[in-house]
């Protein structure tokens, strides 16, 4: 009964789409900046001291994005281009209110709203769609990133991305200048152009002003891809000979189980991948018996809800043009591919354990300017001692950029058992997911949205089984507004995917409205309501989740935040839940169901102290007993070197007897020493009860050249209740990108 309204709710947005897609108001004229050709390269040592750089027409006159979007930067600054047939070179001045920059880290890829720096956006096709992101922060650290989806969302960066570029920077008084050289190999774009879609942008956090060359609405993300203007070169960009790389490790590592009672075990692995360019605008992505053990550990996460929790893909060979492959579906209720997934498998007792990669390939870009392509294969080995057989892990997918900034994408996804003989009787031989997808991104910015319908098959299963969503948003300077719905099938299934919950039908509504004070300390007051509900399949559409939050959000200019949210929720359960995952609890029972509300107060620090502070506290109803929450960050920073922060998540959860009640601690201290920008050391310390853990992470990384990089890493991990030693390692790896 219930999927005809959500039927009819996916045509009527579609019919919404196609009309505003290629109706939407044009954007408004771009601003246009100047590249000047030169032979003569310029030093990166952070000083525009050369007569090249006086040649160069300034690009300037910035706009105030925060606290107001509709006046000049109070503090401006200077960028200027340069090129020549190997280099991008950009130039930056950057004035201030005083001496006191703030700058966090000299570590790579340092969050730029805690740091002052000037970063770019280069839509290097002039999509829309895709953009490479580079910044700096006054003694020329580095960021980089890429962004996918039009930049309209967070999600839509990936800041894990890494590539080879330079740049240096110092500070005079009140300014800083820095200089960033860019090869052009590092990049793709069409060959012979004389244009790029550009943005400057900048963080200036003692004004606590936010600015940027081409002028962005404030109610949205600096990195949406509509507002950017235009960088013309004075001739057109040299062919795009683009590097060859191949990067070599090795990994010795030394470790001991002490749950198994072995020996101390001794390893080394060696690997490499190999990066080649396919044209001026294709990546071909090569990998051998890859190391796919991060230096770097997870998050420990204290999950109390029902539900898996997705963490983010860090593995260099998942990251180039990744959103081709990821960004179908939805990231939160069902992702068909989430890369995370290879190199993992479930043993005979349900564990995830590592499951090594013998090899595999990865090609993506484009194939002209409007159509792009992906396609990707692993071969995992057989693990016959925990019953997990051989596995090839495949994707192709394409998306087409239609009316302006939209996209339509279609995908197939394949994972197979290449060893049928080792499957255990209900092993899936194989399985398969294919899909299409539409995304709306309109010319004025305002409207956006997201529709699919996606289908699996397992060998078992002959019939088809469905996933579909559609979404519209519309987000003005007042308003901000989306409506979803959603269908999951019960059997609807990608063992490469994320797919948290299955078989339910999802209604979402959320309407906020924000309000611009004239005066006072307060920059924005937002006030929203959100509504949820969950309809279950095998209940016959049965409503088992309800919630409704009501939300007040207080921006203050010295960009300090304060949010209040009331909830009132409904849960069926429709398995037996334990919150707590105690031992020998009794949990919840299926079939029972719940109705209570909460509580939430969350405040943010400004950003500028050397001591800021971020926490969320929780009090109210759970379930049949009641909740005490507190969450939050402390963090102490003496800048540029060292920098201390602390994680904690505290919950005590009082269910009514005969149901377990506990308290539920995670502490996560992190001690950073950045002494140069090619080294650091850092220590992070995880406690948590929850998951029973105690974990220790030490690494030293020394980046001794571009990319290429040096690591000792230990790691002891600990029992939390009897506070035994359950493994403890030891890992020196190295790896090196050769230029070809």
């Given at each position: ?94 004035k201030s209110s005083g001496e006191d920059f703030v700058v966090s880290s ?256 990865r090609l993506s870009g484009k194939l002209n300017s409007k159509l792009r ?368």
């Amino acid at each position: 009964m219930l999927r005809w309204p959500i039927l009819c709710h996916l045509s009527f947005l579609l019919c919404l789409s196609a009309f505003l897609g290629p109706n939407a108001l044009l954007a408004q004229n771009k601003k246009q900046a100047f590249a000047k050709h030169i032979t003569d390269s310029p030093i990166i040592d952070g000083y525009l001291d050369e007569d090249i750089w006086k040649e160069a027409a300034p690009l300037q006159n910035f706009t105030q994005n925060f606290p107001t979007d509709t006046l000049p930067a109070q503090h401006q600054t200077k960028v200027k281009f340069l090129y020549d047939d190997q280099f991008l070179y950009i130039g930056i001045v950057a004035k201030s209110s005083g001496e006191d920059f703030v700058v966090s880290s000299l570590r790579r890829d340092f969050r730029g709203s805690t740091t002052d720096n000037v970063s770019f956006f280069f839509d290097t096709f002039q999509d829309g769609v895709n953009a490479y992101q580079f910044g700096v922060n006054p003694y020329g650290a580095q960021r980089e990133s890429l962004v996918s989806d039009g930049g309209i969302s967070r999600s839509s960066f990936n800041p894990n991305w890494d590539v080879k570029w330079f740049s240096d920077g110092h500070i005079d008084g009140d300014t800083y200048m820095a200089e960033i050289a860019i090869p052009f190999y590092s990049l793709k774009y069409p060959e012979g152009c004389t244009q790029w879609n550009i943005q400057a942008y900048r963080f200036d956090l003692q004004s606590n002003e936010r600015s940027t060359w081409s002028r962005v609405d404030q109610n949205q993300l600096l990195s949406n891809l509509g507002y950017l203007g235009v960088l013309n070169f004075e001739r057109p960009l040299p062919k795009n000979n683009s590097t060859y790389y191949f990067i070599p490790y090795a990994n010795l590592a030394q470790s001991k189980d002490y749950n198994a009672d072995t020996p101390m075990t001794r390893d080394t692995k060696v690997g490499f991948d190999v990066k080649v360019p396919i044209g001026t605008q294709m990546n071909l992505d090569l990998t051998v018996n890859p190391d796919f053990s991060n230096v770097e550990v997870d998050d420990l996460i204290n999950n109390i809800s029902r539900f898996e929790v997705s963490l983010p893909e860090k593995r260099q060979f998942f990251l180039d043009n990744s959103d081709l492959f990821s960004s179908f579906g939805n990231s939160r209720d069902v992702s068909p591919f989430f890369s995370r997934r290879i190199g993992i498998a479930r043993d005979a007792d349900g564990n995830n354990i590592q499951n090594d990669i013998i090899g595999g390939f990865r090609l993506s870009g484009k194939l002209n300017s409007k159509l792009r392509l992906g396609a990707l294969s692993l071969q995992t080995k057989e693990d016959a001692a925990n019953g997990i057989p051989s596995n090839n892990n495949s994707m192709l997918a394409i998306q087409q950029r239609v009316f302006g900034r939209s996209q339509v994408g279609l995908f197939l996804i394949n994972r197979e058992t290449t060893d049928k003989a080792s499957l255990e009787d209900d092993d899936q031989a194989f399985n398969r997911v294919m899909g299409l997808d539409y995304s709306l991104a309109s010319a004025n910015n305002k409207w956006t949205g997201k529709f699919f319908a996606h289908s699996s098959i397992n060998d078992n299963d002959s019939q088809n089984r469905w996933s579909g969503q559609a979404l519209m948003r519309f987000n003005n300077r007042f308003w901000n507004i989306f409506t979803l719905g959603l269908f999951v099938d019960d059997a609807f299934n990608s063992d490469l995917g994320f797919i948290p919950r299955k078989g339910f039908i999802k209604k979402a509504d959320k309407v906020t409205r924000t309000f611009y004070p004239k005066s006072g300390s307060v920059n924005t007051y937002q006030i929203g309501c959100y509504n949820e509900f969950y309809f279950t399949q095998d209940l016959d559409f049965k409503q088992t989740d309800h919630t409704i939050k009501f939300e007040y959000i207080v921006n203050y200019k010295d960009q300090s935040r304060l949010e209040a949210n009331y909830f009132s929720r409904y849960v069926y359960l429709f398995d037996d839940f334990d919150p707590t995952r105690s031992d020998g609890g009794t949990p919840l029972p299926m079939g029972s169901d719940y109705r209570y509300n909460s509580w939430a107060l969350e405040y943010r620090s400004t950003l500028a102290n050397l001591f800021t502070w971020g926490a969320t506290a929780t009090v109210g109803e759970f379930y049949n007993g009641r909740i005490t929450g507190l969450k939050g960050r402390i963090n102490f920073r003496q800048q540029p070197t060292f920098n201390l922060s602390v994680d904690f998540d505290y919950n005590d959860i009082r269910l009514a007897s005969p149901y377990p009640s506990a308290k539920l601690f995670l502490v996560a201290p992190k001690l950073e020493w950045t002494f140069t920008k090619n080294l650091f050391w850092s220590n992070f310390i995880q406690y948590s009860n929850f998951s029973d853990n105690f974990g220790i992470n030490s690494r030293l990384q020394w980046r001794f050249a571009p990319m290429s990089d040096l690591f000792l890493v230990y790691n002891d991990g600990y029992d939390t209740v009897n506070f035994y030693r359950r493994y403890r390692s030891i890992n020196l790896k190295l790896n090196y990108w050769f230029n070809i």
